[in-house]
């Protein structure tokens, strides 16, 4: 539905009032598009349709109101011209580059990335003889030795997963710009609510709709947004090998998108709560939050984040086997490999979702055997505090 208004609303607005065109029975909240296909008026509508002279739907792989209204909100969160919504965030991640990128072609990465992304750069995409380089998340000025005259695509986490740490994003946007480079940034852990990397020079901003998007631990999702000219060649490149989002999902997400800012605004209020108890703890080695001021990039994280995110990382004195003695021990907490639900959620990376990484990559990662992940949710603080309380002390 278009906009009536004149004054210029804040995304937050956008986010709960951006709605796909009312029916003819004037529904107030959008309905479900569960169909496959669209019809026309007549042959040469048809014809039109397909030869792309008009702007209409015509199967659901390609565009469906539902996903189509998903993708406008995010794009008015995050600042984007246009963005393309898929059926997961590594579909989000895999199209993207295999969208973009040509035989020969290198990426230069941040060392702390998904786990997934990982085994994409190391065992996917070099069948197509595309190929990557690491910098370590605190050497950003090693960036420029590792660009050669074939990359094409700088690519980072910021806050990383699992470690919570923090990347320069004005910088990574100059080195980029410096270069002819497009800068890639995976924005998951934050949410469109909390940063908006464009701003600060990104090409292109993706998500895993599972997370904070979602907020309950419903639906996979993901989504690419950012330069039209790019987003373009990644939809006609989704448009074909087909890893679309479903309409009942982006119907889920949009509606969970009317309210991101309120939730992540206590799922903020709680992580700080939960890393500031930590801190304190006898039986913690180290507590990573980027809104502690003990981070080693809180000053980044303050002037590129409003508020430090849902995940705290730490890591249990004891090691390996007082981890394990600790998730044992949780009574309430979800033990679960996903992030950015409701519900509290605590991992241990090293055996979960970095698994597939070698304990030399791991160590490079910031990823020690014995670190813990909590995803903090909305649960009462107290609540979370006592059940993590009550485990530490058995760890």
């Not at 278009?2 to 210029?8: G, H, I, S, W």
């Amino acid at each position: 539905m278009k906009n009536k208004n004149t004054f210029d609303r804040k995304p937050e607005t956008d986010a709960i009032r951006i709605q796909a065109e009312r029916s003819s029975f004037q529904e107030h909240s959008v309905p479900l598009y569960l169909t496959s296909s669209f019809v026309f008026e007549d042959a040469e509508d048809m014809r039109a349709s397909f030869a792309e002279e008009v702007d209409r739907n015509i199967y659901s792989r390609y565009s469906n109101p539902n996903s189509t209204e998903f993708i406008d909100k995010v794009c008015a969160l995050e600042g984007a011209e246009a963005g393309v919504a898929f059926a997961s965030g590594m579909s989000a991640v895999f199209s993207t580059f295999a969208a973009l990128l040509e035989a020969g072609d290198h990426i230069v990465a941040a060392r702390s990335i998904f786990g997934s992304t990982h085994s994409l750069f190391s065992g996917i995409l070099p069948k197509w003889n595309i190929g990557h380089d690491y910098f370590r998340i605190d050497e950003l000025e090693s960036i420029d030795s590792l660009i050669t005259s074939k990359t094409r695509v700088i690519y980072a986490e910021t806050p990383t997963n699992p470690a919570v740490d923090v990347l320069d994003l004005e910088k990574l946007g100059n080195i980029a710009n410096k270069h002819g480079l497009l800068l890639i940034i995976d924005n998951c852990f934050a949410s469109p609510y909390l940063q908006q990397p464009i701003k600060f020079g990104a090409d292109l901003v993706i998500h895993s709709g599972t997370k904070l998007m979602d907020g309950q631990g419903r639906v996979l999702a993901g989504i690419a947004v950012g330069r039209l000219d790019l987003i373009d060649r990644i939809y006609r490149f989704s448009r074909i090998t087909g890893p679309s989002l479903s309409p009942f999902n982006a119907w889920i997400l949009s509606k969970s998108l009317e309210t991101l800012g309120v939730r992540v605004d206590r799922h903020c209020e709680n992580a700080l709560r939960v890393a500031e108890f930590l801190e304190g703890h006898s039986k913690v080695n180290f507590v990573k939050y980027p809104f502690l001021k003990s981070h080693p990039q809180y000053a980044i994280a303050k002037k590129q984040m409003k508020a430090g995110g849902c995940v705290v990382a730490f890591e249990v004195k004891g090691g390996l086997n007082a981890g394990r003695r600790f998730f044992d021990a949780i009574k309430m907490l979800s033990l679960s490999a996903n992030l950015g639900d409701s519900r509290s959620i605590v991992t241990h990376p090293a055996s979960t979702t970095h698994s597939k990484l070698t304990p030399t990559e791991r160590e490079e990662a910031g990823i020690s055997d014995g670190m813990v992940r909590i995803s903090v949710g909305l649960e009462h603080i107290n609540d979370i505090l006592q059940d993590i309380a009550q485990a530490l002390e058995k760890a």
